[in-house]
């Protein structure tokens, strides 16, 4: 599996600078295959964001998270909301 993910990254000019970008559909895969879906209460997960750098990781992962907010309890901003005593690090 992991050879088919990389393999397409493997001749790109960002390595030659030695930078690599995820392309954002090898992050929506990934996180697919670890059960990271907005169908789930991922409000009570943790996450280590393995990357830093443009975000490629981290910016659909809370996307992910506000969609399964949403989903379970319609507003992300009320007085219990576990959003709002979130921890980042």
Known sequence: MHDVLLNPLADSPEKSRG???TRREVVETILDL???SPESPLWEKTVLEPCCGQGDFLLPII???LASYRREHGSM???ASPLLSAEFA
């Open 19 to 21: 930078a690599i970008y």
């Open 63 to 65: 996307a992910r998270l």
């Open 34 to 36: 670890i059960g990271y």
């Open 77 to 79: 901003f009320g007085a």
